[in-house]
């Protein structure tokens, strides 16, 4: 049955009058061991196993991006693996043109945070630009971060990957880059949010039409089955755990509060729903497909 081809992997849906279309790329099986630093393998294991219905020895991460339309502009939060990620990924960009995309009408690529599963669809292997005539904004402080010489020597020789990966893909344009802040109103209708701990910069987006609003969650959970039940669990990929702990609890709390609709990019396929506290965590209540 894996050899089987499904459908184009893109879902519609609206924020007031902003046409939002998640896009599919795919997944990654993770190893549960190692996956979460604070808890013992056993311990993740049953809980994926019997809470999540996974396969005893992986959790499976999905990768889903988030393209807004308003009106003729064509916004694109991540660009996900490229040609660079799991062999069970790779089939963004026909998603994308699927959906009725064209990656040179693109208008503005924003990136919440520099890891490579989010910016190696923006370059490929072979150094192609696949959105040349984006205007392509990222994060401040996650770009300061990334672009220090001296942090990247600060840390052994095979963990600079991340560090010469962001040079890779971004150094052909750093001067035409838009840096933005927290806070900030990034394009007409997307505002910035700090949600810092998964790297130094990252930054979820609050996406809003007259009365609607949603909020791009990036990676404040790796995946939120895991991470919304389990808020103080440390995934393996949070720079910070602490703070990314502090960030999972502000940003599940003000999302079950208003009732906002929220994205993940590693939710279940097509990634988005609601929060709603269960016990001492949450759980993400996905729409319902229509």
């Not at 150094?171 to 701990?197: C, H, M, Q, R, W």
Request: glycine share 8%; proline share 8%.
């Amino acid at each position: 049955m894996n050899s089987v081809k499904q459908a184009p992997g893109y879902y519609r849906y609206t924020i007031g009058d902003l046409e939002l279309v998640a896009v599919n790329d795919g997944y990654a099986d993770r190893p549960v061991e190692g996956y979460v630093k604070n808890v013992p393998t056993a311990e993740v294991e049953a809980f994926t196993t019997e809470k999540l219905y996974m396969p005893k020895s992986s959790v499976r991460v999905p990768y889903t991006s988030l393209v807004v339309r308003d009106g003729d502009k064509t916004i694109l939060i991540d660009t996900s693996n490229g040609d660079m990620g799991p062999p069970t990924t790779g089939n963004w960009m026909d998603n994308f043109k699927a959906a009725g995309f064209d990656p040179e009408r693109v208008n503005n690529v924003i990136f919440t945070h520099l890891h490579p599963d989010h910016i190696n669809g923006y370059r490929l292997k072979d150094g192609t630009c696949m959105f040349p005539n984006a205007e392509v904004m990222i994060p401040e402080p996650e770009w300061e971060f990334w672009m220090d010489d001296g942090k990247m020597a600060g840390v052994p020789e095979d963990k600079q990957f991340a560090f010469k990966n962001v040079r890779r893909v971004f150094s052909p344009i750093a001067n035409d880059i838009t840096l933005f802040g927290p806070e900030k109103e990034v394009v007409s209708g997307i505002t910035s949010v700090p949600a810092y701990g998964h790297t130094p910069g990252q930054m979820a987006l609050a996406i809003t039409s007259g009365n609607e609003r949603l909020m791009v969650m990036a990676d404040v959970t790796n995946h939120p089955g895991v991470f919304l039940r389990n808020p103080e669990w440390h995934v393996l990929f949070d720079m910070d755990p602490e703070t990314a702990i502090k960030t999972r609890h502000r940003m599940a709390d003000l999302a079950a509060s208003e009732r906002m609709q929220v994205s993940f990019f590693h939710a279940p396929f097509p990634s988005t729903g609601y929060i709603e506290r269960e016990g001492d965590g949450y759980c993400l209540v996905p729409v319902q497909w229509s």
